[in-house]
């Protein structure tokens, strides 16, 4: 995957955790539209530790007991988790954008 459409895929994660619903329904929207087809791979050598965060916390809920599928175990995580994961997803997509050139950062 290119830079170009990972920032545009966690754009849309970023977009939804901004959107209406709840915390955890607005998770699930953002990682449909996002990191349910990410992996490893498709992530930039220096964003990789970001993303492995996110990636652990959702392998982590979904092997829950009793899980029922990570998209609605994302619905039964409390405010304060869900807020824990947005905040990490937010900041991935801004990592990305910083290393798209589309956030000037000064050095």
């Known amino acids: 995957m ?4 990972l920032s545009s895929k966690l754009a849309l994660a970023a ?14 929207t953002a ?3 996002a990191f349910a087809r990410l992996t490893k791979k498709d992530i930039p050598v220096d964003l990789v ?23 609605q ?3 039964q995580l409390s405010d304060e988790q869900a807020v824990a994961v947005a ?7 801004l990592e990305c954008a910083k290393v798209r050139g589309m956030i000037y950062t000064q050095k």
């Open 2 to 5: 290119n830079i170009a459409h």
């Open 15 to 28: 977009y939804a955790l901004a959107g209406t619903g709840t915390i955890q329904e607005r998770i699930v």
């Open 31 to 33: 990682w449909e539209e």
């Open 49 to 71: 530790p970001l993303y492995q965060e996110i990636d652990a916390e959702f392998k982590r809920i979904n092997k829950l007991p009793d899980s029922p599928g990570l998209p």
């Open 73 to 75: 175990a994302l619905l």
């Open 87 to 93: 905040e990490t997803i937010i900041l991935l997509s």
